[in-house]
């Protein structure tokens, strides 16, 4: 049984989200927040109020797993399963979270602890580091390796006993300050290969909330459509379907904001603005983008803003930097401030290097997708698609209730799972009224997947489709087993002329690097050839550029989602490098993959329509991100960040899965 108690100080009202288990330790005293905004003035907030979290921790077990140690703890148990910090290339150790949901606007004033001394342990090897996977549609999949700068340093491991972060977010469409707590009852010392353990901790926190709501109750409008004025006309009778069933709607075309928001540096702010006093004066809650790039040029109907938080030192080859949507839905800060992902006022946004850092809160205050339509073409098949399908209850209808799951061994790994069946599998025990429709990739001369299987699968219509493996913009694939080294035959964008399932459209959760960055045009092979001159194609798969050798007008994501007579209704996938997790580390019988990065998405996604009926696309991709910063940002790597930031939506999101009664 877990050990933490909760104990509420001058008023009551605060909810704990969950408390389970993952791994940082630290040592200390107090841990101060930000001091109090001077020019507020105490007059703006309510009395301090105080949290409490008390942990008993009982005695800790070491046991072997390879040629490492794993160390667990009962009270950072979740579900029966033991949680770890599953950081990539760092140590693995257990530790207790739990997340609160304050007022929104509430800050900070101080978090302190007192606990036992702590017991010395001396081990008998080094401590297992986390391993994770690149999703490279190369020739090798890049492996990260142990972080020496922790194995060979004599500093403790985390810095302290007590973590947390805050953030501003939506809780299932109310406005929230959220509140994570990280309690880790050991740290280890690795040029010692010691532990230290305490039996005992305390945590007192004391914050304040805004005497006044930050965010107006001015209810009257739920989905916010920004487009430029040219697709105006053609979005008008989606605007008519959605207040016809109840989702009230309001479309405004980008020259108005533009002239309207004067204080914003760029386009992009302009629009983020936008939607910050739509939130204020109308209390939105989804937002529909409608816009990509114009044609096959390199300007933009709607433009997108690029997160250079990239690891480059930990991926197959460095990515520059990846489109992020996730800048347009992260309004606010837990304190209530705008949310500019540009903290140094630099004009360079999302930057995160050697020498600086953005403040960035990530949780997304609007539920928001897009549609990244190049012209009225895209734009009117879209309207279509998505009346079509809300129009009358399909989840009712036999198709609807089947899972099409397209996978296969993903690496060629050290434990030699089959990645992708394993997590296809588990995604089956998530939605359990579904009929699973496995394209698995089984040998070269048998079950295979390509251009046949999967549009057969596709063909009879599913209420959701799982591609897991590789990705590019131009294609996604898996290797065979047994050893995840010989490829499978793929599923191209080509394959989609093919593809027949008419009206019966999945939305479709990809796991894979690429699939859905939607910059990719005729401009790309132009301006790489004639930076590069012929090297640009020799060169491709080291510089990553392998997608533009065979041009493509749409990335394989907006191609499938934008299909005329078919494709999907929605697709949710990465604009960069997917990572999953490798091998089992925390050696607790479940693979890794299924459990950090973009395996934990995918997963979490699925669970919230099949385990818990949630039943509003958008809100579902948004909790799902919201799930992931509460379970893995207290981690403090740039990997947690651009799992969330990369993770777009192609779709409407106030879209009702199933459709209407």
């Given amino acids: 049984m877990n050990n933490v108690t909760l104990k509420k100080g001058i008023v009551v009202g605060l909810l704990i989200i969950f408390t389970f288990s993952s791994c940082i330790p630290a040592i200390g005293f107090q841990i101060k927040n930000t001091e109090l905004n001077d020019a507020l003035g105490m007059n703006s907030w309510s009395e301090i109020k105080y949290i409490e979290i008390e942990i008993d921790f009982s005695d800790l077990e070491i046991v072997k797993h390879g040629n490492y140690w794993i160390v667990r703890v009962n009270e950072t148990n979740h579900n029966r399963i033991t949680l770890f910090d599953l950081d990539p290339g760092k140590p693995v150790l257990p530790v ?81 300050t959220f509140l994570g707590v990280r309690v880790y009852p050991v740290r280890y010392f690795p040029i010692d290969n010691q532990l230290q353990f305490i039996e005992t901790i305390s945590v007192n926190i004391s914050y304040i909330e805004p005497f006044e709501p930050i965010i107006k109750d001015s209810n009257t409008c739920d989905l916010l459509i920004l487009a430029p004025s040219k697709f105006e006309r053609h979005l008008e009778p989606l605007v008519c379907h959605k207040n016809k069933f109840g989702v009230r709607t309001k479309l405004v075309s980008l020259d108005y904001i533009y002239n309207q928001i004067w204080y914003g540096r760029d386009k992009a702010e302009k629009i983020k603005l936008f939607i910050k006093e739509a939130i204020e004066d109308s209390g939105i809650k989804y937002v529909l983008l409608v816009g990509g790039i114009k044609g096959q040029t390199f300007l933009w109907n709607l433009p997108v803003r690029y997160s250079r ?10 990515e520059q930097s990846f489109i992020s949507d996730l800048y347009y839905a992260d309004i606010y800060d837990g304190e209530g401030m705008f949310s ?114 999967v549009n057969e699968a596709m063909g009879n219509g599913s209420g959701f489709a799982y591609f897991c493996g590789h990705g590019s913009i131009k294609s996604w694939n898996t290797h065979y087993p047994p050893n995840g080294t010989e490829w499978a035959g793929g599923y191209k964008c080509r394959d989609m002329i093919y593809l027949k399932n008419k009206e019966k459209l999945p939305i479709t959760v990809v796991g894979g690097c690429h699939n859905g960055q939607f910059d990719v045009t005729m401009w790309n092979i132009i301006s790489g050839f004639l930076k590069d001159g012929l090297s640009y194609f020799r060169l491709k798969p080291k510089a990553g550029r392998f997608w533009y050798t065979e041009w493509i007008p749409n990335c394989w994501s907006w191609w499938l989602t934008s299909k005329i007579g078919g494709g999907a209704i929605a697709t949710i996938s990465n604009t ?86």
């Fill in 96 to 176: 207790n979270i739990s997340v609160f949901n304050l007022v929104f606007g509430s800050k900070i004033l101080d978090v302190n602890y007192e606990h036992s001394t702590p017991e010395i342990i001396d081990l008998p090897g080094q401590l297992a580091f986390c391993k994770a996977t690149y999703d490279t549609f190369g020739d090798n999949s890049i492996e990260i390796l142990r972080d020496n700068s922790i194995y060979e340093n004599s500093d403790p491991y985390p810095a302290d006993w007590v973590s947390y972060h805050t953030g501003g977010g939506l809780s299932y469409g109310e406005h929230t």
């Fill in 309 to 318: 938080v990239v690891p480059t030192d930990e991926q197959e080859y460095p």
């Fill in 340 to 453: 500019s992902w540009d903290s140094n006022n630099d004009s360079i946004f999302s930057s995160w290097n050697g020498s600086f850092k953005e403040e960035m809160d990530l949780y997304p205050d609007v539920y928001l997708g897009r549609l990244p339509c190049r012209n009225t073409i895209e734009v009117k098949v879209m309207v279509n698609k998505i009346i079509n399908y809300e129009k009358e209850k399909i989840s009712d209808k036999n198709w609807f209730k089947n899972l099409i799951l397209v996978a296969g061994d993903s690496y060629n790994d050290t434990n030699h799972y089959n990645e992708g069946e394993l997590i296809s599998e588990e995604a089956i025990t998530l939605m359990p009224d579904f009929n699973p429709v496995r394209v698995y990739a089984r040998s070269p001369s048998g079950d295979d997947i390509n251009k046949d299987t």
């Fill in 576 to 661: 960069g490098l997917g990572t999953h997790g490798d091998g089992d580390l925390d050696n607790n019988t479940i693979p890794d993959y299924l459990e950090i990065l973009d395996g934990w998405l995918e997963l979490r996604f699925l669970e919230l329509y099949g385990t818990e009926d949630k039943e509003i696309l958008g809100e579902n991709h948004g909790e799902t991100l919201t799930g992931y910063l509460h379970r893995f940002l207290g981690d403090d790597t740039r990997m947690d960040v651009k799992m969330v930031q990369q993770w777009g939506l192609f779709g409407d999101p106030s879209l009702k899965i199933g459709g209407y009664e």
